[in-house]
């Protein structure tokens, strides 16, 4: 019997850390156990002194298809000992809290991170990408966050920062999604190039973050960062967080949950998305 393959892959070459999410059989959807692991190579990466910039990628056809949802055919947890459940708001929101405290290693770290997005970033996936410094992403690739249409709000909210409040709205309020080299020109990505050179060309700009001293890279990104959160930004993530909790008291949600208990994920998910038809905004 051979060991369970590991949820993250980690390599530090020649300047840069790649980190890969490897749930290719899941489409890279997030468990809890593979945040909590990404948080921590994320830091391990931050104290490497060989280490200029962090690459964050993926394994399979695509990025990120979201948050792992199988826990949805359980019903919602009630307290177990003396810990929390997440029955009660309070509950839901200190849990969507303690995971973007996970996410936000991203933002947090000296060292830039560069997100090489192909396939489907969806949800979840695009609370990672857009935490990152810079997303470059392959012509066909595909943003979105379609849970937005029925289970909550976004947990992460760098959406406003990048887009603007209009493009944020028509996105968000819809669940539907944009191509990879549509999202670069409304800001959501900053480069999209066809999917057989996003290794090169993410490889490329690797390699030129690693010619520049690590201290200088961790004080432009961070006066950077420090001047997003004079314009809100870490408040409104943690405002996010606690939103998508509230978001989980909706009706919809209970429908969907009850849908994944009852007839499964799949017919649950079909359920949300097929009044919707064509989901891709074309610019």
Not at 231 to 241: H, I, S
Request: net charge negative; hydrophobic share 45%; aromatic share 6%.
């Amino acid at each position: 019997m051979t060991d369970e393959a590991p949820l993250l892959l980690y390599e530090v070459r020649d300047g840069t850390a790649w980190i890969t999410l490897n749930r290719p059989e899941k489409r890279n959807a997030l468990s809890e156990p593979l945040q909590e692991k990404l948080n921590a190579l994320l830091w391990e990466a931050d104290e490497d002194n060989r280490v200029h910039a962090v690459v964050l990628r993926a394994a399979g056809p695509d990025f990120c298809s979201g948050y792992d949802l199988q826990k949805y055919d359980q019903p919602i947890p009630g307290q177990v000992d003396h810990r929390r459940g997440r029955a009660k708001f309070d509950d839901d929101a200190w849990h969507q809290e303690r995971a973007l405290r996970l996410r936000m290693a991203l933002f947090d770290m000296h060292k830039p991170v560069i997100a090489q997005v192909h396939g489907r970033c969806l949800a979840g996936g695009t609370d990672l990408a857009l935490m990152c410094d810079m997303v470059i992403c392959a012509d066909d690739a595909m943003f979105g966050f379609p849970s937005a249409r029925s289970q909550g709000s976004l947990p992460s909210h760098m959406w406003l920062y990048l887009v603007g409040p209009q493009w944020a709205k028509r996105l968000l309020l819809t669940g539907d999604s944009i191509r990879g080299d549509d999202a670069v020109k409304i800001g959501l990505a900053m480069k999209a190039v066809p999917a057989d050179r996003l290794d090169a060309e993410v490889e490329t700009l690797a390699a030129r973050l690693a010619l520049i001293d690590a201290d200088l890279l961790s004080a432009n990104k961070r006066i950077v960062n420090l001047g997003l959160e004079l314009m809100g930004a870490r408040t409104l993530q943690r405002m996010a967080a606690e939103m998508d909790a509230r978001g989980h008291l909706a009706a919809s949600r209970t429908r969907f949950n009850e849908t994944v208990r009852m007839e499964g994920l799949k017919e649950a998910v079909r359920q949300r998305d097929e009044p919707f038809g064509d989901p891709v905004v074309k610019l």
